[in-house]
């Protein structure tokens, strides 16, 4: 039962363009999402957050929306660098008092060509 | 600031052995999580250790098993390995009630 779903397994984009990566789940009581990114033979970084009490968060080229009615959220990324050419893994989390677990997605691989 | 380190990086076992994989938190950083990594998969969470004691427990059996030590720094023990443990193990450490995670770059195990 895959309660976070990343439908798209890869992404390909030009530089300077937008990159839009797609996330959704099933469990209406999350409350907390974060998009982490992960290169090769590395751990995931922690990329960018946002709470159900909002719709947006943005942080530089970053920006994260969240549709709670069609349990969606989608990260932009604008202008897209070949950097920014990862594994990008949506994580979702249900409300505390316990383990900060988090439920990952299986992840898009996002390739910025020059 | 030190980061989250992970030992050993590779590791192959056989099947049936028991394994110890070692993790040092992120300085200042009080909660250690567990995470396995499929090939092919996002994360699973295994565990998280708080306060050297277990406080929440995905869907693993109790053959895996962990420990967390004074020092914050923590272990994941398997016994009895299956082929399908073989996985990369993620170690990530926080502070109490922060879900922004530092993950350490994982152990590589193969179980032949």
């Known amino acids: 039962d895959q309660q976070v779903k990343q439908n798209s397994p890869s992404l390909s984009v030009q530089e300077g363009r937008i990159s839009i990566l797609n996330c959704d789940y099933t469990?209406?009581?999350?409350?907390?999402f974060l998009w982490y990114k992960k290169y090769p033979a590395e751990g995931p970084t922690f990329l960018i957050s946002i709470s159900s009490i909002k719709d947006k968060n943005e942080d530089g080229r970053f920006t994260v929306f969240l549709n709670k009615s069609a349990k969606h959220l989608s990260l932009h990324i604008v202008p897209s660098q070949p950097g920014d050419s990862a594994v990008y893994f949506c994580a979702a989390s249900a409300p505390r008092g316990g383990s900060e677990k988090l439920v990952f997605g299986k992840g898009t691989k996002l390739t910025v060509n020059p | 600031e030190t980061g989250v380190t992970q030992s050993p990086t590779h590791l192959i076992k056989t099947r049936g052995q028991q394994v110890t994989l070692r993790c040092s938190s992120q300085s200042g950083h009080n909660t250690v999580s567990w995470y396995q990594q499929a090939l092919g998969q996002g994360p699973q969470f295994i565990f998280q250790y708080y306060r050297e004691e277990e406080n929440g427990r995905g869907n693993f059996p109790p053959r895996f098993s962990g420990l967390q030590f004074p020092n914050y720094s923590s272990e994941l023990n398997v016994n009895a390995l299956e082929l399908d443990d073989s996985a990369l193990y993620l170690c990530a450490s926080s502070f109490k009630g922060n879900y922004g995670y530092t993950f350490g770059s994982g152990t590589r195990l193969t179980v032949v």
């Open positions: 469990n209406s009581m999350f409350d907390y």
